[in-house]
């Protein structure tokens, strides 16, 4: 208690950092090959694909978390899914809010990644081939490393967008000490309690934390 943050509010931080970073790791790995085929493919549903990527970026967290709670409810189709393997509900589970987490910061790991893969052009990866790199090859050996600053915006955006976000982790795990109060709730809360010393302890060290991921997108 040194620190001045109660047990609760010291749950709700851990949660956050870890519901953050799982969600980071799932976004580079859903975000990396969808980033590269956006950048690369002249299909012509690539801009269907794209807009539906970008999605998240126009709808309100509430509207995006109250149709992410019907689909995974136990009439919508992911939680049908989920319930016939034995699985259980997702709604007002870590799992759920992980889901939600991936889906309302897909956007944020993607467009860098994308924009890092059409800045590298298709010289360096033509040359590769000359060299009779392999496609596998060309893309670790020389797209990947070429791509780096696109992918440590990637991570910092997308870590930062799920440590702040509200609306959807409201709607979709509601407000559950241990398991769902993230960071933003517990502040939210604080507030509601006009615990005005707490809620301010919570949200300047959020302030902190964004203006170091800002700094890092700047300089780093």
């Given amino acids: 208690m040194e620190i001045g943050l109660a047990q609760e509010d010291l749950q709700a931080v851990w ?18 090959p969808l980033a590269w085929w956006l950048a690369h493919s002249r299909k012509w549903y690539k801009g269907p694909v794209a807009a539906v990527v970008a999605l998240p970026l126009v709808l309100p967290p509430t509207v995006l978390g109250f149709y992410l ?4 409810g136990p009439h919508g189709m992911v939680g ?12 007002f589970t870590f ?4 889901i939600g987490s ?20 298709k ?31 990637a991570i910092i955006l ?5 440590v702040g976000e509200f609306g959807v982790v409201l709607m979709l795990g509601g407000n559950i000490d241990g398991e769902t109060r993230v960071l933003s709730v517990a502040i939210y809360n604080h ?10 302890l919570l949200a300047g060290g959020m302030v902190l934390f964004s203006s170091e991921g800002l700094l890092s997108l700047t300089f780093g």
């Avoid at 997308?158 to 799920?162: C, I, K, P, W, Y």
């Fill in 158 to 162: 997308a870590f930062a967008h799920t």
């Fill in 69 to 72: 709670l019907l689909l995974m």
């Fill in 95 to 98: 799992y759920g809010l992980v």
């Fill in 102 to 121: 991936v889906v309302f910061s897909l956007p944020f790991a993607v467009q860098p990644i994308q924009n890092a893969f059409e800045a590298i052009g």
């Fill in 191 to 200: 507030v509601e309690a006009m615990e005005y010393s707490s809620a301010h």
């Fill in 123 to 153: 010289r360096p990866l033509e040359v590769a081939a000359t060299l009779r790199a392999s496609a596998l090859d060309r893309f670790l050996s020389v797209a990947l490393p070429l791509a780096r600053p696109g992918f440590l915006t």
């Fill in 80 to 91: 049908e899914l989920t319930t016939a393997l034995g699985l259980g509900r997702l709604p």
């Fill in 15 to 32: 949660l956050t950092l870890k519901l953050a970073s799982v969600t980071t790791c799932l976004l580079l790995l859903i975000a990396t």
